[in-house]
């Protein structure tokens, strides 16, 4: 069992540590649940490792995290909110800083645990997808007077789509391990919806569409879901912050949660867009930006959902290709897998494009 004995003496924990174990199923951190037995009784904390070959500056990351944090709290006490339960927590080293280089240079850092909720790896219900959508639209409104310019950008053209073709491009052509020859219909495929992937980046560029604080990483297990309430209460992982479209976050969100299987589903007959759920994540989302989004942003709510799953799936595909050094992978061809059903709900978009372009009609309302 690992020994976090040196990372947990760094932080002003309210009680002693009695456990501490790995948690979650995120594709990038090193996330561990920490139970600590104070005066006050039981208290728990996600301890995390910063993934820094990922994030290569951390001070950066974690000046965002507290300053975004911070304006959060502030914005949910003036509302009278619970800022415990509604945002993220920082705890600080006992030296006062955000986070805890160890001796061997690893990253680490404190959350409060947010208890009584729960994030899901699946969809259970789509009444959860709407709670999802809302959280993730609520939390975009909420940053809306942010100030965006002190953000740092921690990923570097993160949902740039055309520089994320281009990227799939040169791990084809170098094909490290070998593996290009046995994808082939799956390259041919990304390959072929080259002019789709610049059509937001070219909007943003034209000031078509406005850039605005996005969270940039809407899956589903990134909201806490209360127990009691069924209420999504805290929007969480928030390393990838910055400035972005609104689409992507309404994008990401039905990649993930209105697909009818897991992200890792092997069976592909059993993966396609469920309409269901892509309506309840979008009524969710719109209302949650409460009026926010623009005409263009409203119409073009559908290509978010394709372009972030092509892109999604061509980051698996590329992944794949370089010996899986980005994405956590649990067996042989995982993000091979990963990357076949976000290409197959990319066809399924595709063939019920009128249908979700309805769904966002009916929940726009007069603003489209
Ligand atoms: P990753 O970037 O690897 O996805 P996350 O920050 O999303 O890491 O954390 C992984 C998982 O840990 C989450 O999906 C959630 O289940 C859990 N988690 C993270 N932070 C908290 C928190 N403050 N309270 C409760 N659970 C949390
Ligand atoms: C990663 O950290 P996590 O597991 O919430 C990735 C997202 C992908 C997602 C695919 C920083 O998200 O961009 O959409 O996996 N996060 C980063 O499941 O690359
Ligand atoms: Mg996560």
């Known amino acids: 069992m690992t020994d976090y004995t040196e990372q947990l003496e760094q932080f002003a924990l309210e009680g002693e540590p009695v456990s501490a174990v790995r948690y979650g199923s995120g594709h990038i951190n090193d996330t561990c649940l920490v139970t600590v037995s104070g005066s006050a009784g039981e208290n728990k904390y996600i301890l995390q490792r910063i993934n820094t070959r990922i994030f290569e500056n951390p001070q950066e990351l974690m000046e965002n995290i507290v300053r975004v944090t911070d304006f959060l709290r502030d914005k949910i006490q003036k509302r009278g909110g619970d800022p415990r339960r509604e945002t993220l927590n920082v705890i600080p080293t006992k030296a006062n800083e955000s986070f805890y280089r160890d001796s061997k240079g690893e990253c680490w850092r404190m959350y409060r645990f947010i208890d009584g909720a729960v994030s899901l790896d699946q969809v259970e219900k789509a009444e959860d997808l709407y709670q999802g959508g809302l959280a993730f639209g609520r939390f975009q409104q909420l ?171 061509m980051r698996f595909l590329a992944d794949y290709l370089q010996g899986d050094v980005y994405f956590k992978v649990h067996r042989k061809g995982h993000n091979l897998d990963r990357c076949r059903t976000q290409l197959k709900l990319v066809q399924d978009m595709e063939a019920k494009w009128t249908q979700l372009e309805a769904i966002v009609s009916k929940y726009a309302g007069a603003g489209l």
């Open 143 to 313: 940053l809306a007077d942010f100030p965006a310019q002190t953000l740092h950008e921690t990923i570097p053209d993160f949902h740039n789509t055309p520089k994320r073709l281009a990227d799939f491009r040169r791990a084809v052509e170098e094909d490290i391990c070998g593996l290009a020859a046995f994808v082939e219909p799956e390259i041919r495929f990304i390959m072929e919806r080259e002019a789709d992937t610049r059509v937001l980046m070219d909007m943003l560029a034209a000031g078509e569409l406005p850039l605005r604080v996005t969270h940039n990483d809407t899956k589903l297990n990134n909201v806490m879901i209360d127990n009691q309430t069924g209420e999504g209460i805290c929007v969480i992982d928030l390393d990838t912050v910055m400035p972005g479209l609104a689409l992507n976050d309404y994008g990401d969100l039905i990649r993930f949660g209105a697909s009818t299987a897991a992200e890792d589903e092997r069976d592909l007959s059993r993966v396609s867009c469920d309409l269901t759920l892509a309506e309840a994540c979008t009524r969710g989302f719109i209302e949650g930006c409460a009026g926010s989004l623009t005409k263009k942003e409203l119409s073009m709510l559908p290509m978010g959902a394709k372009l972030m799953t092509l892109e999604c799936g």
